[in-house]
Every structure is written in C-alpha cells, then in structure tokens.
C-alpha cells in the first residue's frame, strides 16, 4: 500500500521503541543485550534483504518446501540450546521457530490451491481505501473472529501436545509447570502449538473470511 514515508518511519520507531523497552522493563534482557539485538538485526536484514524474493520464490513453489522448512526449524530448536537450567529462551525461540514455519506452511499451501495470491505487479502500489463505519466494522469483525480462532488453535493444540509429549517421553505430568520446563516436553509443545498458530494464520482464518464472506 501506498503511505506517506514519515508515518512508516514513526510506526516504526514506536513499534521498535516500545519493544525495546518492554524487555528492559520486564527484567528479560539488559540494555546492552537490547543495543546488540538491535544491531544483529540490522546485520540480518542487510544480509537477507538481496534475497528475500529468492527465498520467497523457493518457500512458495518449490514442492518439498514444505518438508525442508520444518526440519530447518525444528533442528535449529533441538541443537541451538545447551542449558544447565531451565530458561525461558528456549521456549520463546522453539515458539518463534514454530511460527515460522507454520506461517512457510500456510503460504505454501496458498500458492499451491491457488489462495490468497499476490496482486500482479503493475498494480502495485496499492492505495488505501477510505474509512466508512462499513470498512471499520468490518475490519474490527475480521480482528475478532481471527483472534478466537487463533486462540481456540492454541488452547486445543497445548491440551493436545503437552500430555501427549509427557507419555512419549514418559514425563510425570502431575504438575505440567514443572513438565513444560523439561526440554524433551517444552520443545515440542511450543513448537507444533505456534506451528499450528502460524498456519491457521496464513491458511485456516483466510479460508474462514472467504467462507463466511469476510474477504
């Protein structure tokens, strides 16, 4: 969409801000932590940026995809912690992957039904349409309904994952706050329940809007 270039600057740098601060404030990181997590993503995006079409290209037509993305994920979450204790970056990074790959899935999936398909290029930019009570309600509909679905996944899919990751690992369950901390529990249950988020995301709740003509 087309939008005045100062309004994204300012939405930016609030979003960012306030993100910032909020790890600060909640004790979760340091500020010095903030200041290189910052700079590390400026580094990523000038590494990925070049080749963000490539990837996209590749997620989206490449048939085994699908399969590839998943195991990516799944393995840089087994292999990239080693704790001693029980931190809640583990979970935030198995959620984050998990969602990841979830959405890779749900857009896949899109291109391959023929859903939700990108706007030919000459079209583009896209110019926002005006406000009316009519566009709003339905916007504020779409928020909704989207977010019960995606709640309803969650709690459907962490009632399913924890007892079920407890028994194949043979975890005692009787105090699940203490089985979510285990790796072989933790692990799995964030990452199919924010994987199976991620898809509804891109796929169930788009297909949802189009059913009951919210689109």
Request: contains cysteine; glycine residues 6%; hydrophobic residues 50%.
């Amino acid at each position: 969409y087309q939008y005045p270039l100062m309004f994204g600057l300012i939405l930016a740098f609030c979003w960012c801000s306030l993100v910032c601060c909020s790890r600060i404030y909640m004790g979760m990181h340091s500020i010095l932590d903030v200041i290189a997590g910052f700079l590390y993503a400026i580094l990523i995006l000038a590494v990925f940026h070049p080749l963000v079409d490539l990837i996209d290209d590749f997620n989206l037509t490449y048939k085994y995809a699908p399969l590839i993305i998943i195991s990516l994920h799944l393995a840089l979450g087994i292999f990239s912690f080693t704790l001693d204790t029980w931190s809640t970056s583990r979970g935030d990074t198995a959620q984050i992957l998990g969602c990841g790959a979830g959405v890779a899935c749900g857009s896949h999936l899109n291109y391959i039904l023929g859903l939700q398909l990108d706007p030919p290029p000459h079209t583009l930019p896209l110019s926002l349409s005006s406000l009316t009570v009519a566009v709003f309600g339905k916007a504020i509909l779409r928020l909704l309904v989207g977010v019960i679905v995606l709640l309803l996944t969650k709690v459907a899919m962490k009632k399913a994952t924890i007892p079920l990751a407890c028994r194949m690992f043979r975890v005692p369950h009787a105090d699940v706050r203490r089985a979510r901390q285990r790796m072989e529990v933790e692990l799995p249950y964030r990452y199919i329940t924010y994987g199976m988020v991620g898809f509804s995301l891109m796929f169930v709740v788009p297909c949802l809007f189009h059913f009951i003509g919210l689109s």
